[in-house]
C-alpha cells in the first residue's frame, strides 16, 4: 500500500493527514515541540507507522509524497530569533530598512513604539554605487571599497547571513552581481541574499524589508529542512518532499531553502486550497474559510474560485513583497487566555496558553482559563473524548480558573463567566470574517463559509449566524485542513519584472520579451523539480494605477504564451482596470490616464492529487450514531443534548439540533436553531432550520455571478 501525508505543523499541534491510493485517509495528531520541531513531527510519524503495523522504516518506504508546513521561519521573525544577519545597500540609504514608510502603524497611540529591529543599524553597511531609474550605471563598485566591507563583516564576526540591496537594482543588477559574487567568494559558508533574484521589482523599502527577511531566516530553514530530509532518507523514505507556501503552492526544499521568505505566512495558506477541494463538491466558488486551531483564527475570502493575493504581507512589523494568500490571523484559539483587565471588563485573548502548558483542564500545570475551559464547562467538549479520549480532560480545573480568574472579579457565577467568554471569542472572529469580506465591499450573505480546525466547528455557528452567512461546511477531517490542503496544493513560483510605462507609450516588443524571459525562467525552475512541459500552466498579470497613484491595482493579462502581446491586451487592460477599480474603491476614471508598474507571471506546476472515496448516500436517519445525551448550554440556558459519533455519520444522513457531532480531533456544535446533514464525501453541511438546503446552495450558486 501507497500513502500521501500532509504535515501541518502548528502553534500547539501537529497535524498529519495520510491518505492511501485507495482514497481512504486517516487523521493524526502530536503536540508541536517548539524548542525541537522535527520531534513533534518524529513523535505523529511513529503514532502514524504503529497504526499502519509497519516498521518506521517500512512506513516511510511506502511514502510517494510528503507535503510538510512549517512555522520555523515565522517563529523565528516573531521573536527575532533569526540569525545574526548583515546587510549592504547603497550608500546614503543605510536606514531605510528600519525607518520602513515613516509611517506609525497606530497613529493616534502616543505610547506606539515601532517594532524592534531584527537587523540592527550596526549591522548596516553601505557601498558606493550608483544605477539610475533607467538602467545606467552611474558609480561601478569599487573593488578596494568592496573588500574593506568585507573585511569589516570578518572582523565584527558571527554572521551567518547577508542580504544585498541596492538601489534601482531591478533595472540593472550588474552592481548587485558583482557584490554577490565578492561575497560568495570571500564567505562560501555563509548564506547570502541579492534582490535581484528574489525580489526584482520596485519600491525600495519593501524590496529591502524582503530580502533582509530571506535573509534573517535562510539558514534556519535550510538546516531545518537538511536535517528533516536527511534524517527521513536514512530512514528509509524514497519519495518526493515538497514544502508549502505562503501563495498557495508548494515548493522543493532547495527552493525553500533559496526563498525562505516564502514560507513566512505559510502555516495557513493550505486552507483555502482545501477549501475550495470541499466547495467545489457542491459547485460553489464563492466562500469564506475560516480555521480556529489552539493559538490563532486565520480567515481568507475566495470569490469566483480566486483567492485574494496580496503583495503586502507584514510580520512582526516589517513587510513582505512577494505574493502571498490575503489571510487575516488574529489571536483567537482554544488557547487564548481570558481575563479581566483593570477597568473591569473581560478580555479574550490574544495571549494563548499554548501546548505547554496549555488550558487549565489539560492537567498539565496551566492555570490561566482560556477558551477550552469555557466550552468545557458549556457542555460543548466531553471530559472523556478529547483527542478520542487520548487526553482526558479536568472539568474542576476548568472551574477553579474562570471561578478564580474571571467569575470572582466580575461578580457573575461560573457558568456566566464561561458563556461569556464563549461569546467574546467568537464576536472576535466574526470581527476577523468582516475584515476580508465587508471591509473588501463583499456581503457575506453571498458566501459559504467553509470551517476548519480542531476548535472551529464549536464556534461556527454564531458566527455565521451574526454574519449572515447561510451555509456552514466543516470538511470531514476538519482539525487537519490545512494538512490536507498541502496533499492538494500544485508547485507554484511567482516571477515580477518592474516596467514602468504610461499606457499610451508601453512598448510592445519590450513586454513581450519580458514576458519571454520570465516564461524561460519558470519553464527551467519547474522542469528542475520534475514537472513534464505538458503539466505547467502560465498565468501573466500586470500591476497598473492611474497616473500619480501610489498603489496599483493587479489585473489579469488575457494572452496565452503562445501568443504575443499586443494591442488588443492593451484595450482590455484598460477596461478592465478601470471596473475592477471601481470595485474595488467604489470609483473609476475612464478618461485618466493609466500607469503600466509590473508584470507578473505565476507559473503552476500540477502535481497528483489524492483521490478521496466518495460515500454512498444512505437514509436520513442518524439515530445509528447517537452516543449519549449530556447537558450543553444553549441560549441561555443548559438543555439535555443528543451526542452523536461523527464517524458513524455517512451522506445523507440529517441530524437535528441541538445535538453535539463528536470525532476524535474535532466537535461539531447543532445549536436548537440549526440542522447537519453530510454530503457525498461525509463532509458536514449546516444550514438554519427555516432553510431548504438545496435552495440555499442554488443561491449561492446563481449570486456574484
Do not use: W
Not at 536514512?234 to 531553502?257: A, C, T
Not at 469580506?437 to 450573505?445: A, E, I, L, T
Not at 516571477?495 to 499606457?503: G, I, L, P, Q
Amino acid at each position: 500500500m501507497k500513502y500521501k501525508l500532509g504535515i501541518d505543523v502548528g502553534g500547539t499541534f501537529t497535524d498529519f493527514l495520510l491518505v492511501d491510493e485507495n482514497g481512504d485517509h486517516n487523521i493524526f495528531k502530536s503536540l508541536t515541540t517548539p524548542k525541537n520541531p522535527f520531534s513533534g513531527v518524529n513523535d505523529g510519524l511513529n503514532k502514524i507507522a504503529e497504526f499502519t503495523s509497519k516498521t518506521n522504516g517500512d512506513f516511510l518506504s511506502s511514502l510517494e509524497l510528503i507535503v510538510h508546513g512549517t512555522t520555523i521561519t515565522t517563529n523565528a521573525t516573531l521573536t527575532r530569533n533569526g540569525v545574526k544577519t548583515a546587510f549592504i545597500t547603497t550608500k546614503g540609504f543605510r536606514d531605510i530598512l528600519n525607518m520602513r514608510r515613516g509611517l506609525r502603524s497606530r497613529q493616534y497611540d502616543s505610547r506606539y513604539e515601532p517594532p524592534p529591529e531584527f537587523i540592527k543599524r550596526r549591522d548596516i553597511f553601505t557601498v558606493t554605487e550608483r544605477v539610475d531609474c533607467k538602467g545606467n550605471i552611474l558609480e561601478s563598485i569599487d573593488d578596494e571599497e568592496m573588500r574593506d566591507i568585507i573585511e569589516r563583516i570578518k572582523k565584527d564576526g558571527g554572521y551567518k547571513a547577508i542580504g544585498v540591496s541596492t538601489l534601482f537594482s531591478y533595472v540593472n543588477p550588474e552592481n548587485e552581481k558583482k557584490i554577490g559574487k565578492m561575497l560568495r567568494e570571500a564567505f562560501p559558508d555563509v548564506y547570502v541574499s541579492l534582490s535581484h533574484e528574489i525580489l526584482p521589482q520596485v519600491r525600495f523599502y519593501e524590496r529591502n524589508s524582503t530580502i533582509a527577511l530571506n535573509a534573517y531566516v535562510g539558514p534556519i530553514l535550510s538546516a531545518y529542512l537538511d536535517r528533516a530530509e536527511g534524517g527521513l532518507q536514512k530512514d528509509g523514505f524514497e519519495g518526493l518532499l515538497l514544502i508549502m507556501q505562503s501563495n498557495g503552492g508548494v515548493m522543493s526544499p532547495e527552493m525553500s531553502s533559496r526563498f525562505a521568505v516564502n514560507t513566512l505566512l505559510s502555516g495557513p495558506a493550505g486552507g483555502p486550497v482545501a477549501g475550495q477541494f470541499v466547495s467545489g463538491i457542491h459547485g460553489l466558488n464563492n466562500i469564506i474559510t475560516v480555521d480556529m486551531g489552539g493559538t490563532s483564527f486565520d480567515v481568507c475570502l475566495i470569490k469566483d474560485g480566486q483567492p485574494a493575493i496580496t503583495t503586502e504581507g507584514d510580520i512582526g512589523g516589517y513587510r513582505i513583497a512577494l505574493p502571498t494568500l490575503y489571510i487575516e490571523t488574529i489571536g483567537a484559539g482554544g488557547g487564548s487566555i481570558a481575563s479581566v483587565d483593570s477597568a473591569g471588563l473581560l478580555q479574550v485573548g490574544p495571549q494563548s496558553a499554548g501546548a505547554a502548558p496549555g488550558p487549565a483542564c489539560y492537567g498539565l500545570g496551566g492555570t490561566e482559563p482560556t477558551v477550552t475551559d469555557a466550552d468545557l464547562i458549556l457542555g460543548y467538549l466531553s471530559p472523556d473524548y478529547f483527542h478520542g479520549g487520548d487526553l482526558m480532560l479536568d472539568k474542576n480545573a476548568a472551574v477553579k480558573a474562570i471561578d478564580e480568574k474571571v467569575a470572582q472579579r466580575l461578580g457573575i457565577t461560573v457558568n456566566e463567566a464561561a458563556n461569556g467568554i464563549y461569546q467574546m471569542i467568537n464576536s472576535n472572529m466574526a470581527m476577523g470574517v468582516k475584515l476580508v469580506s465587508v471591509s473588501k465591499g463583499h456581503n457575506p450573505m453571498d458566501f459559504a463559509m467553509v470551517v476548519a480546525g480542531g476548535a472551529g466547528p464549536i464556534h461556527a455557528a454564531p458566527i455565521a449566524k451574526e454574519m449572515d452567512i447561510p451555509l456552514i461546511i466543516v470538511p470531514r477531517g476538519s482539525s487537519v485542513f490545512c494538512a490536507s490542503g498541502m496533499l492538494m496544493s500544485d508547485l507554484k513560483h511567482d516571477y515580477v519584472t518592474t516596467y514602468t510605462s504610461e499606457f499610451s507609450k508601453i512598448d510592445i516588443d519590450r513586454v513581450n520579451q519580458i514576458c519571454q524571459k520570465l516564461l524561460a525562467e519558470a519553464r527551467e525552475t519547474l522542469q528542475k523539480e520534475g514537472i513534464r512541459p505538458e503539466n505547467i500552466i502560465n498565468y501573466f498579470s500586470a500591476d497598473i494605477r492611474y497616473l500619480g497613484q501610489f498603489n496599483e491595482v493587479n489585473i489579469d493579462l488575457s494572452f496565452k504564451e503562445s501568443e504575443l502581446f499586443g494591442e488588443d491586451n492593451i484595450k482590455y487592460l484598460n477596461k478592465l482596470f478601470h471596473k475592477t477599480h471601481d470595485s474595488l474603491y467604489g470609483y473609476s476614471l475612464p478618461n485618466a490616464e493609466l500607469e503600466l508598474i509590473n508584470i507578473r507571471l505565476q507559473a503552476v506546476g500540477k502535481t497528483e492529487k489524492p483521490a478521496f472515496r466518495e460515500s454512498p448516500r444512505q437514509s436520513s436517519d442518524a439515530s445509528h450514531a447517537l452516543k449519549n445525551n449530556r447537558q450543553v448550554f444553549f441560549y441561555g440556558k443548559f438543555m439535555s443534548t443528543p451526542v452523536y459519533d461523527g464517524l458513524l455519520l455517512k451522506h445523507g444522513n440529517i441530524v437535528f439540533g441541538p445535538a453535539i457531532v463528536e470525532e476524535p480531533t474535532t466537535t461539531i456544535v447543532v445549536p436548537p436553531d440549526f440542522d447537519l446533514t453530510c454530503d457525498s464525501h461525509d463532509n458536514y453541511l449546516l444550514y438554519r432550520k427555516d432553510q431548504n438546503l438545496e435552495a440555499v446552495i442554488s443561491i449561492l450558486k446563481e449570486r456574484l455571478q
